[in-house]
Each structure stands twice: as structure tokens, then as C-alpha cells.
């Protein structure tokens, strides 16, 4: 279902805020009637609310973002999108942190 979401949000451009969209993803995805009952039931929307609060608290607006310890971030908009330059501050940030 992660990958199902990720694609039809990122590269088929579906509003994956549409309940119609997620339960149709659901069903590709083999989840069932259960999964569709507990997304109109909102199960899930503390949580996601909660997600949706931090992700603005720490100016999330891209993925991967990672932010350590709340005050640390680094996201591949901040290196003009450049992945490789990303990847190596990342691995630089966690070995400088396992170091310590």
C-alpha cells in the first residue's frame, strides 16, 4: 500500500486525499472491505492529523526529509534537488551522530 500510495501521489499525480482514490488503491492492494469501513470510520485521521501538525512544525514540504532530534534538517530542496549531495549529507549527519 506505501508503494501504491507513493506512486499514485508522486507519479500519477492522484489526489491521495480522496477517499475514493485510497479505497480504490486499497482494493488493488488486496486490503479488503475492512480497510474501506475503518477509512470512512476515520481509524486513522488522529494519527494522521498528528503527522500532518509535525510535517508542518518542522516545515516538511518534500520526501525524504530527515530531521534528528527536531532541530536537524536536511532535504534534497536544500542541495538543488541533487540526490547524490543529499545521500552523502545524510551518511555524513548519522556518522558524525554515531561517532559522538
Known amino acids: ?14 489526489d491521495t486525499g480522496d477517499i475514493g ?3 480504490e ?5 488486496g ?13 486513522k485521521s488522529k494519527d494522521i492529523n498528528e503527522a500532518l501538525t509535525l510535517m508542518k512544525t518542522y516545515g516538511v514540504d518534500e520526501t525524504p526529509t530527515l530531521i ?19 545521500r552523502n549529507d545524510v551518511i555524513l549527519i ?3 551522530i554515531l561517532r559522538k
Do not use: C, T
Open 31 to 43: 486490503l479488503g472491505f475492512d480497510f474501506s469501513r475503518r477509512l470512512r470510520a476515520g481509524d
Open 1 to 14: 500500500m506505501k508503494k501504491a500510495l507513493f506512486d499514485a501521489h508522486f507519479l500519477e499525480n492522484k
Open 94 to 96: 548519522i556518522k558524525s
Open 68 to 86: 534528528i532530534a527536531g532541530n536537524l534538517k536536511v532535504a534534497p530542496g536544500m542541495l538543488d534537488h541533487n540526490m547524490d549531495a543529499f
Open 21 to 23: 482514490i485510497l479505497e
Open 25 to 29: 488503491l486499497g482494493a488493488k492492494s
